[in-house]
């Protein structure tokens, strides 16, 4: 056999853990992470793409596929009637660009707008108008914005970060 990706499955919520065990053993492991905002400041920022999974990259030849199940934070290698599935270096390396996708997106989106911001709403009902950028909101990629309608009153509207986006004025 060649060095290859396998999938190991963790113990709940021992990813981390196990990340560090397989690397303190000279593995090279790739566990996704996703930043994410989350409503309490104190929550974790980083959630695992792939709950209780992550990938270890070995020769089965040289390491014994039992020392990898039977490792402290480990529930032991994917399987398929009994061998070991390798996963392909194109799929992570998708994965990898994914996830350094959304979290470069993620960074850009909680920096890219300040408060005074004119902004155009890009779905939704009010899809082509424009607003002012008002704050951030606790979760899931919300802001809100104040939408000037009838004699200029603003209204405030919480959408999603990703329906805005910046006026660039001249």
């Not at 779905?123 to 424009?130: L, S």
């Not at 008002?134 to 919480?158: A, F, K, N, W, Y």
Request: charged letters at 25%; glycine letters at 6%.
């Amino acid at each position: 056999m060649t060095v290859s990706w396998y999938a190991m499955r963790s113990k709940p919520n021992k990813e981390e853990f196990l990340a560090a065990q397989l690397q303190a053993h000279g593995l090279e492991v790739f566990f996704p992470l996703l930043h994410v905002k989350p409503v309490n400041p104190r929550a974790r920022k980083f959630r695992p793409y792939f709950p209780n999974y992550l990938f270890v990259h070995v020769d089965l030849e040289t390491v014994n596929i039992s020392d990898l199940n039977w490792m402290p934070g480990a529930s032991g290698v994917v399987s398929f009637g009994g061998e070991p599935a390798s996963v392909p270096d194109l799929l992570i390396a998708a994965l990898k660009k994914q996830i350094e996708r959304h979290n470069t997106l993620l960074r850009e989106q909680q920096s890219n707008f300040q408060r005074g911001d004119v902004v155009v709403i890009e779905a939704g009902p009010f899809a082509g108008y424009e607003a002012v950028f008002d704050t951030h909101l606790s979760g899931q990629e919300r802001v809100r914005v104040l939408l000037s309608l009838l004699q200029r009153r603003q209204m405030p509207m919480e959408i999603e970060s990703r329906h805005i986006r910046r006026v660039k004025r001249s």
